[in-house]
């Protein structure tokens, strides 16, 4: 996520903490280094030249220059504008003391709202609300069997009103939710391939019809300024109260994110990081910022976590670890976990300085472990050391891969072992130093 701009920033950086006197001039070279960055990463124009003029002003200060944490105060200076240009603090969802508050899914074809609506009726639900969807794109009837699979997926229910007329569909769902007792009604209304008058008048009908408490525009992050452009056409025909970013994890640049905040006026709600129906998440401008600049993001990676992992099976690992018990099912059960949060690769981009981090992980090589350790008898990963060699290959044969990747997988388990029990006395201890780079080893222990 956002590794370009990622690399650049991090570089300009690392030139000004070189000074061991920071001077204007080396504030100009880095802050030119930055708005290239930005502008690189498909930021707007206008954003980037006022964003680095706002840092600047404040870096070249008479009490900052000078200093030994000048270098230091630049990144602060920088990560607080950023913050401030992603939103500045985390926007919830406002809705109604109705029944049912309504929120309206707008964008355009192909940036991900039947899916984003599903992802949200989850989100909602697990947040202890009673959410139901209605799809409105009679435009294209393979959205309303989806949005129905999708609802099916989650055990949410999905309207099918006996009309193909948007308005009425909308209208036929909120009483049906009002009777069924659901709180709040997502509406997936239509898109086109670009913004056009006839799919604007709809929407504005369907907006007149349903009262919506909040009307969110789902955008392609990928698609960078045309998503910016399209959120800001719909806005004036339309109140729009926020934006949904789809396909955040694959956004190498970041310029929708940078810029769509400071250009529409209206804040981002939600980021999807990936194609399951759990990967919708809150955005946190402070957040992102962090990562962005390479400080990491250790909230949300907790927060991803706690939703994951369960609390009691957690507790008995901690206890393994302390008493250096940790076997081969533990790491199968670990692995199939951290799968479940999303690669090892974006788990370590939430480690402060993960760019730096030297562990690499080798996505492929995990499989082939997790294989390994599935051709295991539950006797072998309780006992790793009756794995003799006779068993190796016959483990070896059973899952597809060669006797040297199980006496990989067995070296890394070894080192992983020992670096968990480094980690828990860390922890005990209360030190801090060097944790970052620890975890970053845990986790890429695997697939080095």
């Given at each position: ?17 070189g ?11 880095a ?5 290239l ?16 003029k ?22 602060k ?9 992603l939103?500045?603090?985390e ?8 029944w ?6 707008a ?14 009726a989850?989100?909602l639900?697990?947040?202890?609300k009673?959410?139901a969807?209605?799809?409105v794109d009679?435009?294209r ?8 699979i ?17 308005v ?8 049906s ?14 898109g086109?391939v670009?913004?056009d008058d ?11 019809a ?11 992050s990928m698609?960078?300024q045309?998503a ?12 729009i ?12 640049r ?9 250009v529409?006026?209206v804040?981002i709600?939600?980021v999807?990081v ?8 809150s955005?946190h ?6 990562r ?6 250790v ?5 991803r976590?706690e ?7 957690a ?5 393994k670890?302390q008493?250096?018990?940790l076997?081969l099912e533990d ?11 999303g690669s090892?690769q974006?788990l ?13 992980v ?37 899952s597809?891969?060669?006797v040297s990747?199980v006496n990989?997988l ?7 072992r ?6 828990s ?5 209360g ?14 222990g695997?697939?080095?």
């Open positions: 996520m956002f590794e370009q701009i990622s690399s650049k920033l991090q570089g300009a950086f690392k030139k000004l903490r000074q061991p006197r920071l001077k204007e001039e080396h504030v100009d070279e802050l030119k280094e930055i708005r960055a930005l502008l690189e990463a498909d930021v707007q124009f206008g954003v980037a030249r006022d964003f680095v706002r840092v600047r002003e404040r870096a070249v200060g008479e009490e900052i220059l000078g200093s030994l944490t000048a270098a230091q105060q630049v990144v200076f920088t990560r607080d504008e950023m913050t401030q240009l939103g500045g603090e926007a919830k969802l406002e809705l109604k003391d109705r049912p508050a309504v929120i309206l899914m964008g355009l074809q192909g940036s991900g709202k039947t899916t984003t609506s599903a992802k949200l989850r989100h639900h697990e947040a202890g009673h959410p969807l209605v799809s009679v435009q009837p393979a959205a309303l069997e989806q949005l129905k999708l609802g099916d997926s989650i055990e949410l229910p999905v309207f099918e009103p006996e009309t193909l007329e948007p009425e569909r909308a209208s036929r769902a909120m009483r939710a009002k009777d069924l007792g659901r709180d709040v009604l997502i509406v997936d209304t239509a086109r670009h913004v006839e799919l604007m008048e709809e929407l504005r009908a369907i907006e007149a349903t009262e919506p408490s909040e009307t969110l525009f789902v955008a392609d698609t960078g045309d910016v452009k399209s959120a800001s056409s719909f806005g004036e025909s339309v109140r109260t926020g934006h949904v970013l789809t396909k955040l994890d694959g956004d190498a970041g310029g929708a994110a940078l810029s769509m905040v400071a529409t006026g804040p709600k939600f999807g990936g194609e399951k129906l759990n990967e919708l998440e955005f401008p402070d957040r992102m910022a962090s962005i600049l390479g400080m990491g993001d909230l949300s990676l907790i927060e976590a939703k994951t992992f369960d609390e009691e099976e507790v008995a690992l901690s206890r670890v008493r250096n018990e076997t790491f199968r059960q670990q692995l199939r976990q951290m799968k479940r949060m090892m974006e370590m981009s939430f480690l402060p300085g993960a760019s730096q981090l030297p562990a690499e080798d996505e492929s090589e995990l499989k082939r472990f997790e294989a390994i350790l599935d051709s295991m008898t539950r006797h072998e990963r309780d006992h790793p050391q009756v794995v003799n060699g006779s068993r190796r290959r016959r483990i070896a044969r059973g597809g891969t060669a990747d990989r067995l070296k890394r388990f070894a080192e992983a020992k670096m968990m029990k480094k980690l006395r860390i922890q005990q201890g030190q801090g130093k060097g944790a970052s780079r620890k975890i970053a080893r845990m986790l890429g695997f697939g080095r």
